[in-house]
């Protein structure tokens, strides 16, 4: 049930107002029972995998609390999430390293290939659980005695395929927290779902249409194709996993519960890479910040450390996006981008011109645009073949028809709004505005939504890491 199909339409309209008939003491429960039955319809195997890796992340919360070897039991917790994700999600990439190795020694050895399905959200319930060992093991908190509460908090159907990371501190007190139907949650909640459908089935999914043509066969395709098919894949992205993201939150308002803010208008108010991650992902860049990079580094630390801490960060990123030296160059690339821009205080002056920080954001969106071929491009045999491309002299445009026409209009109404809304999100920025522009809002975005669009359940791109 993609959130972009009509079986979720009905699922959720099952759902929501059951929840406000269910007694208070036993939401949780029939949230806890609709999400597990949303995951297990996307395969009944993962969500054996996803109650199993409960109960194991649960009794290690219980032991950890309890001061007995504390550190043998977060190793061993550790060791069991990391393998969980090794297990469905490189071992295959390793193996094939290893026998890359083999052939290369003349060995006659061979690892052979195992059929694994990657388990959807893996990556993100699994981080949820390593952060929520973390805090207890740092004693930032108690274990919750309620086991259904823990067990909401990693499998809440909104968040649970592509988050965002939640946090236990701000869930866990909304899941205890009394719920009431309350006018404000449902028409914050649908006006986000609302803005999330538009970005993903009228600007994503049309612009998916003109970038898998180029990029499938680009040798066939000019210079400027490439370019433009480029800087487009990185709108398609981003309209894509924040249409997501905007989706999910809205659909855990309608039952009184705020996720955290994932993006922050990262395109267009950019001002360097290091601001574009403060703004973009923010779930898991935090993460990685909090128990990733400040452990590592400390507070007070040196350059090289704080250098050293960075790299690791944006290299484990990559790790976690995918099984492959892509991926890997990838975070290697935003590490080096942020290195070079600490180096030469690129974007901390403050009251810079209107040009300078015009330039100062398009040049951020060049250089994201460029490090994004490398999750787009499978090999590093695809990124030569479209550098050739652009190293040539061809300057014919593909139009791509109707879809990119269609793109281009509500990837304009995207832009246009998020240089507007800055730090807001659209529920915030709509909702202060008068009836007669909100419902104007709402009747152009559902009327373009049904006219250029496919409710189909077209797959979201994050759903493969």
């Keep these: 049930m993609q959130f972009n199909s009509i079986p979720f339409l009905f699922f959720l309209l099952c759902v929501v107002p059951l929840y406000y008939l269910v007694p208070q003491k036993?939401?949780?429960?029939?949230?806890?029972?609709?999400?597990?039955?949303?995951?297990?319809?996307?395969?009944?195997?993962?969500?054996?995998?996803?109650?199993?890796?409960?109960?194991?992340?649960?009794l290690s919360a219980c032991l950890l609390e309890r001061g007995n070897a504390k550190r043998v039991v977060l190793y061993f917790s550790l060791l069991f999430n990391i393998g969980l994700l090794f297990g469905f999600k490189y071992l295959n990439f390793f193996n094939g390293q290893l026998n890359y190795v083999f052939q290369q020694f003349r060995l006659d050895i061979h690892i052979p290939a195992f059929s694994i399905i990657l388990p959807v959200g893996i990556s993100f319930y699994t981080f949820m659980a390593i952060g929520y060992l973390l805090d207890i093991y740092w004693g930032d908190r108690r274990r919750d005695r309620n086991y259904v509460l823990f067990s909401l908090y990693l499998a809440f159907f909104p968040q649970i395929l592509c988050g965002p990371i939640g946090r236990a501190k701000e869930l866990i007190p909304q899941f205890v927290a009394k719920s009431v139907f309350k006018y404000d949650n449902f028409s914050n909640g649908f006006r986000l779902m609302l803005w999330g459908l538009f970005k993903k089935i009228v600007v994503a999914d049309n612009l998916g249409v003109y970038v898998d043509a180029v990029f499938n066969n680009a040798s066939r395709h000019s210079t400027l194709t490439v370019i433009v098919a480029t800087f487009l894949y990185a709108f398609q992205l981003y309209a894509d996993f924040s249409g997501y993201t905007d989706v999910a939150r809205g659909i855990a308002r309608l039952f009184g519960i705020k996720l955290m803010v994932n993006f922050r208008t990262p395109y267009v108010n950019s001002t360097s890479v290091t601001d574009y991650w403060n703004r973009n992902h923010i779930s898991l860049t935090s993460w990685f910040r909090d128990y990733v990079y400040y452990p590592f580094i400390g507070t007070n630390t040196g350059r090289l450390k704080r250098y050293a801490g960075i790299l690791l960060m944006f290299l484990l990123s990559g790790i976690w996006h995918g099984a492959g030296w892509m991926f890997i160059t990838w975070g290697l690339i935003q590490a080096i981008y942020l290195v070079v821009e600490d180096l030469l205080h690129i974007g901390k002056k403050k009251n810079v011109t209107w040009a300078a920080r015009s330039f100062n954001q398009l040049s951020t969106f060049i250089l994201?645009?460029?490090?994004l071929l490398f999750f787009r491009l499978p090999t590093m045999a695809d990124l030569c073949t479209v550098a050739r491309v652009i190293a040539g002299n061809s300057w014919d445009l593909y139009t791509g028809g109707r879809a990119l026409v269609f793109a281009a209009i509500g990837l304009f109404c995207v832009m246009l709004l998020d240089r507007f809304m800055d730090k807001k999100q659209f529920d915030e920025y709509i909702g202060g505005k008068p009836l007669a522009a909100r419902w104007a809002c709402y009747l152009t975005l559902t009327m373009m939504i049904f006219l250029v669009g496919n409710i189909d359940g077209q797959a979201f791109i994050y759903f493969q890491f």
């Design 368 to 371: 994201v645009s460029i490090g």
């Design 26 to 58: 036993h939401k949780n429960v029939f949230l806890l029972i609709c999400s597990y039955y949303f995951y297990f319809c996307a395969k009944p195997e993962y969500l054996i995998l996803l109650l199993a890796s409960t109960a194991v992340n649960y």
